[in-house]
């Protein structure tokens, strides 16, 4: 069984990086999931609001929010890295997904790679792949599977409250390798309120719930989460672009994915697009886009370092850090060198040309 209509493009994965790379490719393009676009929501949908402001998705916000609130046991820190959104999931996709023109195929991905992708619905065959399908990843089963998932997995889980806030608040739990961080994301009438752990365990739902009542928010409802990866993959790999979640994107420390999956997936667009046009030959623009995401490697491999000890750093030594790094001094820097790692000037809010990283030109 076949898919019968020809496409320039298969996009795997209809999320944030499948969908900022289907929206930067022209003629025919295919998004394929396994859900409806805009369902199966796992994260709190906050991001830098650079990221909505230039990709012109502002319609999609429900809070804005000027600072960080960092909760230890012995001190509340607040800082100013630069203003983050908490935006409407559902909307946001859809908004992509319009502006893209893409075709969307619901359907199971069993492998995907050379060319081909194969799935509960058929075979599809395309010059051009792009791999967002998350952690799971789309890579055949064995070997080539393992390695594609052999980077460090975080878990979170998270419910909604009818809530009232400012600022996005990040609780510390307890250290000596069994650290916990909560969060509240005001978003309008409600807060997100979650829980993640960076071991990897999944059996949080208890501890969440003890949190909302200790905070008076509540009986959690709506809950949602899922794994999230935090350890570079490959960017490339069967002759295909990965992005996203696909590819260990999502930054360690923070756990911010959305930001890195909206850049990388619309540089993976861009230079796919080129392709179809006839511009560079896929494996020429395969090379530059890994270029340009291994050139950010040294950033992520730096707050994976970091990931490891703050996850073992006594309590009063983790207080003390947050407010070393709170610091005029230590602050501006932190943020430039975090901003840098996925700048959000390399969005836009259609397909284009520009701007495109030097590596990738």
């Known amino acids: ?95 992509m997904l319009e502006r893209s023109g893409a075709d969307v195929l619901r359907a199971r991905i069993a492998s995907a790679g050379a060319g081909v992708v194969r799935t509960s619905a058929g075979t599809i065959e395309a010059p051009i792949l792009v791999e967002a399908t998350g952690w799971r990843t789309s890579a055949p089963a064995g070997a080539a599977r393992r390695r594609a998932r052999a980077g460090r997995r975080s878990f979170g889980v998270e419910a909604r409250r009818p809530f009232r806030g400012e600022g996005l608040h990040f609780y510390v739990g307890p250290g000596w390798g069994r650290r916990r961080f909560w969060w509240v994301f005001p978003a309008g009438d409600h807060v997100r309120a979650g829980l993640a752990a960076y071991d990897g365990r999944t059996a949080l739902s208890g501890e969440l719930r003890a949190f909302l009542e200790r905070h008076g928010l509540g009986e959690p409802e709506r809950r949602h989460g899922g794994y999230f990866t935090s350890r570079f993959g490959e960017p490339v790999r069967d002759g295909m672009f990965v992005a996203g979640d696909a590819a260990g994107h999502c930054l360690p420390v923070s756990g911010e994915g959305i930001r890195p999956a909206l850049v990388f997936g619309q540089v993976a667009g861009r230079l796919a697009e080129r392709v179809r046009t006839g511009e560079l030959p896929l494996d020429a623009a395969l090379s530059r886009y890994r270029a340009f995401v291994t050139s950010r490697r040294r950033g992520y491999d730096v707050l994976d370092r970091l990931q490891t000890a703050l996850d073992l750093l006594p309590d009063p030594l ?39 990283p030097a590596l990738a030109a």
């Open 1 to 95: 069984m076949s898919v019968a209509r020809d496409y320039d493009a298969v996009v795997c994965g209809g999320s944030f990086a499948g969908l900022a790379a289907a929206g930067q490719i022209g003629g025919r393009v295919l998004v394929i999931d396994s859900g409806e676009i805009g369902d199966g929501e796992t994260s709190a949908s906050a991001v830098p609001l650079a990221c909505l402001e230039n990709m012109g998705l502002t319609a999609c916000i429900e809070q804005v929010h000027e600072d960080l609130v960092l909760h230890t046991r012995r001190r509340t820190q607040r800082m100013r890295f630069f203003p983050f959104a908490t935006f409407d999931y559902r909307r946001l996709c859809h908004e």
């Open 318 to 356: 983790f207080a003390l850090f947050a407010r070393a790094v709170a610091s005029d001094r230590v602050l501006p820097w932190a943020v430039r060198n975090y901003w840098e790692v996925a700048d959000p000037a390399l969005l836009t809010p259609t397909r284009s040309r520009e701007p495109l």
